[in-house]
């Protein structure tokens, strides 16, 4: 098995008046020359999880990123205008814990977090800050979201960085 030390959440990028399948979503990285869907998981707004790529693979959804991570998109991502916000319905979020939760268990020290979170720190001040986000993706604060499934090294570090 890989040795994964995160899972990185991601939105498809599709509007709430549009549907994007788990099939078109493994359709359009077939199409783009992929070996799979770049995904490990795939949940739809029903709540639907859907098994991409094995864990055991390498996955194709975070350059840089795709030797130690497992990568795990939801359906979603943009209103109806096309305006990037958090729009996980219900059965998303609750598919979404029981994932993170049995991933958790499997590598307890991985750490969760969102797409836009391994932007580059272009201000070099050990943060990646909104203004540095390459993408707005997952349109969510994943580290907040699913801080009681962080690994506990990196909530003390956490803390000790607002203390200062």
């Known amino acids: 098995m890989r040795t994964i030390t995160l899972i990185v959440l991601h939105c498809s990028g599709t509007r709430t008046t549009q549907?994007?399948?788990f099939r078109q979503c493994r359709e359009d990285h077939?199409?783009?020359g992929w070996k799979d869907i770049g995904?490990?998981?795939?949940?739809?707004?029903d709540g639907?999880?859907?098994e991409g790529r094995a864990l055991w693979q390498v996955g194709a959804h975070c350059k840089?990123?795709?030797r130690h991570s497992i990568g795990i998109c939801y359906e979603?991502?943009?209103?109806s205008l096309g305006t990037p916000c958090d729009t996980?319905?219900?059965a998303q979020r609750q598919s979404l814990r029981a994932l993170l939760t049995r991933l958790h268990d499997q590598f307890p020290t991985a750490i969760i977090l969102g797409h836009r979170d391994l932007s580059p720190d272009l201000d070099g001040n050990g943060r990646v800050d909104p203004?540095?986000?390459?993408?707005?993706?997952?349109?969510f604060d994943a580290l907040l979201d699913y801080e009681d499934l962080e690994p506990m090294d990196l909530l003390d570090m956490r803390s000790d960085c607002l203390e200062e």
């Not at 995904?39 to 707004?45: D, G, K, V």
């Not at 979603?76 to 209103?79: R, T």
């Not at 203004?131 to 349109?139: A, G, H, I």
Request: glycine fraction near 8%.
């Open 19 to 21: 549907k994007y399948s």
């Open 76 to 79: 979603g991502g943009l209103d």
């Open 39 to 45: 995904y490990h998981y795939y949940i739809t707004r």
């Open 88 to 90: 996980r319905t219900r």
């Open 131 to 139: 203004e540095e986000w390459m993408k707005q993706c997952p349109c």
């Open 48 to 50: 639907q999880v859907h």
């Open 30 to 32: 077939l199409q783009r």
């Open 64 to 66: 840089g990123h795709n």
